[in-house]
């Protein structure tokens, strides 16, 4: 046979039976079902690089056997290219705590909904008061009014944002759950 009719007959061998080979190597168990198209590649492959392709009698049976065999070999030099030990599972705990993360969720919805009560100036003297650290003095003269009335605008925020929101839930997003 010529090279051109052994590659025509491995070009339909691969299309034919690609799909069975992958459920037999899903089948098998033996490779993680992420390297499946791999293994069938290199199956296929090492099928190509067979020089007398044309002198097996079942081909079929031959590449599931040798899907079988590079199978085994992904599962061995999967085992020892990454050895470890099950102390080095205790370095893997994560520091984050999911129940802290929803609280605070919870605790900041909360707070912006407390704040959606204020009115447009009262939320513009807080911002300028906690989000730029200025002072009555300075957030009088950005806004073009008096200090004394930028300290009732504070006051009647605290008040406001007192009432509305929940001391345990301000205290929840401050430090986090016990």
Known sequence: MTGFDTSRRL???????????????IGQRSVPVADVNDVAQEVFLRLLRYERAELLQHPQAYLFRMAANVASEWSIRARSSRPHEAKWLSDLLSEDCPEDDAARAEASAEIDRALGTLTPRQRAVLKLHFGEGLGREAIAARLNTTPRAIKRDL???????????????LWVVTNGRE
Not at 11 to 25: D, N, Y
Not at 155 to 169: G, I, M, Q
């Open 155 to 169: 006051l009647k925020s605290y008040e406001k944002l007192r009432n509305e929101l929940d001391a345990e839930l």
């Open 11 to 25: 070009t339909e061998w691969f299309l034919q039976w690609r799909s069975p080979l992958r459920r037999f190597l």
